[in-house]
């Protein structure tokens, strides 16, 4: 689903009241007046920026008031999916305001008079429906086009065997750079995805490309890929992937799938998916291991391949001992469980030396290769 452009000529007709409430508009340029045919009264004008036809949306109730352009406008269509799905994930107290703030509004709305508390109960509703989450809405859209038009990139960064230091195989990693807004950071992109099913496509589409360059480089090199906790919950997810890996004729355990600590709510469900993923031959890696409170709770009670160290723990090692002395526990624990150790973050000789000796099967970071596209992964290894 892409998201949607509309244009109106001047004085024309948005919708009309009584209209089934299938969608909101974010102005994007020009005036829309809100009125009632009926009386003829005109109740706001709205400019640049500003959302209209939400209430219906809200409450799945008819258009109480008409829409009409002042000017030419061009509007953004939200759809009622976008807005529902907010309301529903959001704390009961908001929802529960917002359904009073409704309720007195659509009271003052034609048949019930306007009332003198029209103003203020209007930046009520204002304050629920912040400036932030329209931009939110936009982007959202606006990332879902970019996914449907193939504009989400993904790079491949390279992990280097320790103690080697040969290349050993690549994480992928996404990328978007926004048309007007340039390069958007994957915390934030990531982050809106993984609050829609839009995860879901963003993680098939990363699967894809890198079962596809797994297929075109050396049988030892692996790939990693992060998976979000929609995409365990999705009971079809690990059946696409096998059949893609089988359908290029790829070893299983040159995929590993990784996952964060915070993730891991329910331990039987996890303890159930990582079984499966094993059975089938992937490996899973315990993604920013060490700096979640249940990170010792997860060594007892989960089977992880590997454990990926987060990155602060080699960014302070030489800054605070401590951080040496975890490192060191974390490296005997790992041998011990016969688990292998990635870590993340090494920037400098002395940092993968030291590793080395702690005795880390793996190591990502800038002293290794920065993320590089499809065509560099293909010259290096080739």
């Known amino acids: 689903m892409t998201y949607h452009i509309q244009q109106f000529k001047q004085g024309e007709i948005i919708f009309h009241g009584g209209d089934s409430s299938d969608c909101a508009y974010i102005i994007e340029a020009g005036q829309v007046e809100i009125f009632s045919a009926n009386k003829g009264t005109i109740f706001d004008i709205l400019h640049e920026g500003e959302l209209f036809g939400e209430m219906g949306v ?78 939110k809405f936009k982007l959202e859209s606006e990332l ?94 690990l059946n696409r992937v096998l059949k893609k890996v089988k359908a290029n004729n790829i070893n299983p355990s040159r995929l590993k799938l990784e996952i964060t600590e915070t993730m891991v709510v329910d331990f039987k469900l996890a303890k159930k998916w990582l079984e499966k993923c094993q059975k089938i031959g992937f490996p899973v890696c315990a993604d920013d291991f060490g700096t979640g409170h249940s990170g010792m709770e997860q060594l007892v009670e989960l089977n992880f391949d590997v454990l ?33 150790l990635v870590a993340e973050g090494i920037e400098n000789d002395q940092e993968y030396q030291t590793l080395k000796k702690l005795g880390f099967d793996y190591g990502q970071g800038y002293f290794f290769g920065k993320p590089m596209s499809v065509e560099d992964v293909l010259k290096l290894t080739n």
């Open 58 to 135: 809200l409450d799945q109730s008819p258009r109480s008031t008409s829409a009409r352009a002042v000017t030419p406008v061009t509007l953004l269509e939200v759809k009622t999916q976008q807005i529902t799905n907010r309301l529903s994930e959001s704390d009961p107290i908001v929802k529960a305001l917002v359904g009073v703030l409704l309720k007195r509004l659509r009271s003052m709305l034609p048949g019930h008079g306007l009332g003198t508390e029209k103003n203020s109960l209007l930046d009520q509703v204002a304050s629920v429906i912040e400036q932030a989450g329209l931009s």
């Open 144 to 237: 879902r086009s970019a996914i449907n038009a193939g504009d989400i990139q993904t790079v491949f960064q390279p992990i280097n065997d320790i103690p080697s230091n040969e290349l050993a195989g690549f994480e992928a990693l996404s990328r978007w750079t926004h048309p007007h807004r340039g390069f958007i950071s994957p915390v934030e992109f990531i982050a809106l995805a993984e609050e829609t099913d839009l995860i879901i496509e963003v993680g098939d589409l990363v699967f894809t490309r890198a079962i596809d360059l797994l297929s075109k480089l050396p049988e030892h090199v692996f790939i990693n890929i992060n998976v979000s906790s929609k995409q365990l919950d999705d009971e079809q997810f």
């Open 308 to 340: 990926k160290v987060d990155q602060v723990f080699i960014r302070n090692m030489f800054k605070n001992k401590r951080y040496q002395t975890i490192l060191n526990s974390i490296a005997t624990m790992a041998k011990d469980l016969e688990t292998k």
